[in-house]
């Protein structure tokens, strides 16, 4: 057999995949009579303290976990939630594998093009931890930007773009997960780590020999909303009137477990 | 068994299995070496080690009733275990047609073949696992629809199923890593497969053909058998890999072993002895298996003679 005709068969193949691919994405009618069909509303999200987290029990708890029960109660269906790696979030909704992101997904221009989202149903604020060994005698905030000065962040998430804007000669280190990202911090292999809020105030606490707040304002504030394939314009409706009787309600729930840390007895203790 | 003919063509008895002066001397040294990595470690790796975090994670007692049942850990691993077996069984049967057909006569079993092998090898692991999962195995899935079959099975069915491919609300999750790591590993095993059909002497296919054997008769007694013997090494390191290669399918959310660990990392933010725990339980998988492969090994050498 030649090169020409296995380069053919493998081409042959390709093109093949990709009209697939193509016809999954053309075939979709009103997303709410979908869920309600099915009787299930299929909710992706990814594990981050206090969004989605793992009880003593094993089971999900958490401000998205919270919403995305309301929600599914509210529509008269059961919820299925479907834990997903961060990485491939985006990917997975537009793949068809659930109906919505309530994943704590801050709405990015970059991440709009890809997705639709609801109106905001959480405010959030970055917030900034720095190693007490690297960082103690670097000026908040013009100080950190510098080529010395070295950020982490969990990979594809906003705050990591948020350090690109404020401190452009800053390097920055991408982990896959913020637990992995503090201990960097911590060992003194990086200054300072950007996420967002509770997290850096509870791991100061948590290590306040090894870590310390610059500030306790919000290095920048974001907004979540719920994420959408896009062209869904009845499903977005339905949602953001959702969101909008509910107010109150999440506003309640965002400050249980954003304010406080009353849940903390029924996860293990770290 | 027949007694031995050539005792000049045995490999040399005398392995030694006494210690020397020079071993005890080898052994201190590696002990100082590794005493002094884990000091070094100790004193730049700032982390205070608590690993009772992470056992109810491993097995919880269930409030309702009382009793120990396995938690997040176990069941992770159980799904780990089941992806392997059925790894093993499946890219094991799409590896021996694939190879059947890499070294078939006609040209468009040689031509899907060897495009399959091909396309496989040549490209990374972790962009093949988001390529097929997001592109292909999309598609695929909701055709079968084993999810809803499942569901609609009688409770005897799914008492089976829970067993076999674990629970049926993770089933479709399950058949996904599963056919990806599969159709990853066949195309391996397909080279490894070849590899073995090549090493039968023609002779061999000569004399079935001349007793008459059908083709397909050739194939499964004379050229299979000894192909397979002969492949068993490299096939079973194959096999230990897909056990390890399991753990990239928890990048698409399989709920599997890795996946569950990150999962705990994020609850009790225990990042090193989830690590080391989870890297403890492939390592006995993966031991296990070898030590098992190391007796069929044997078993064929023995054949053999």
């Known amino acids: 057999m030649n090169a020409t005709t296995k380069l053919l068969g493998m081409l042959a193949l390709a093109v093949g995949v990709l009209f697939a691919a193509d016809a999954a994405v053309a075939q979709q009618d009103n997303l709410i009579d979908t869920i309600k069909k099915r009787g299930k509303l299929q909710v992706g999200f990814s594990s981050f303290l206090p969004w989605a987290i793992r009880d003593k029990q094993g089971s999900w708890v958490g401000f998205e976990i919270d919403v995305s029960t309301k929600l599914a109660k509210d529509m008269g269906v059961e919820l299925d939630l479907m834990p997903t790696a961060f990485d491939g979030i985006i990917p997975s909704l537009i793949a068809g594998k659930f109906d919505v992101i309530i994943g704590g997904l801050s709405v990015t221009p970059v991440r709009k093009e890809q997705v639709d989202f609801t109106e905001a149903y959480s405010q959030s604020g970055q917030g900034i931890a720095a190693s007490r060994q690297l960082a103690s005698n670097l000026n908040y905030p013009e100080g950190y930007n510098d080529a010395k000065v070295t950020f982490v962040c969990r990979r594809g998430a906003a705050p990591c773009k948020t350090i690109e804007d404020k401190w452009p000669k800053a390097t920055v280190r991408q982990f896959d997960d913020d637990a992995i990202a503090f201990q960097e911090v911590i060992n003194g292999n990086a200054h300072a780590i950007l996420t967002s809020e509770p997290k850096p105030t509870f791991f100061t606490l948590q290590n306040p020999d090894k870590l310390f707040k610059p500030t306790n304002d919000y290095v920048t504030t974001s907004f979540e909303g719920f994420a959408l394939r896009k062209g869904n314009p009845a499903a977005m409706a339905y949602f953001n009137d959702w969101i909008g009787k509910n107010k109150d309600w999440l506003k309640q729930r965002h400050t249980y477990w954003f304010k406080g840390r009353d849940w903390a007895s029924s996860l293990p203790a770290s | ?305």
């Open chain 2, 1 to 305: 068994m027949q007694p031995d003919l050539e005792p000049a063509r045995q490999p040399p008895r005398t392995r030694r299995s006494r210690l020397t002066w020079l071993d005890a001397a080898l052994a201190v040294l590696c002990t100082c070496a590794v005493g002094y990595f884990v000091w070094r470690t100790h004193s730049v790796l700032d982390y205070r080690w608590n690993w009772s975090t992470i056992w109810p994670f491993v097995f919880k007692i269930d409030p309702a009733s009382g009793q120990w049942v396995p938690n997040l850990i176990v069941e992770g691993l159980l799904t780990t275990i089941r992806l392997a077996l059925w790894g093993i069984l499946v890219a094991g049967v799409i590896g021996t047609l694939m190879g059947l057909a890499r070294t078939s006569k006609r040209l468009l079993p040689r031509l899907i073949a060897d495009s399959y092998v091909m396309l496989i090898r040549n490209i990374p692991p972790v962009v093949f696992v988001f390529v097929f999962v997001f592109f292909i195995a999309s598609q695929i899935m909701p055709v079968l629809g084993i999810g809803d079959r499942v569901r609609g099975a009688s409770p005897i069915a799914q008492w089976w199923i829970s067993i076999l491919f674990g629970s049926p609300k993770l089933i479709d999750n399950f058949f996904l890593g599963l056919i990806c790591l599969s159709v990853f590993s066949g195309a391996y095993v397909t080279e490894i497969v070849r590899a073995g059909i090549e090493s039968v002497p023609k002779a061999q296919i000569e004399a079935g053909d001349s007793l008459g054997m059908s083709r397909a008769d050739v194939v499964g007694f004379v050229v299979l058998p000894q192909a397979l013997r002969n492949v068993l090494p490299p096939l079973a390191g194959q096999f230990i890999q897909l056990i390890k290669d399991s753990s990239l399918v928890s990048l698409v959310s399989i709920q599997e072993l890795s996946f569950m660990a990150q999962d705990i990392q994020v609850a009790t933010q225990r990042v090193f002895e989830v690590f080391v725990f989870v890297a403890a339980l492939y390592f006995v998988i993966c031991f296990g298996l070898s030590q098992l492969f190391g007796v069929l090994e044997r078993r064929a050498a023995r054949a053999h003679r």
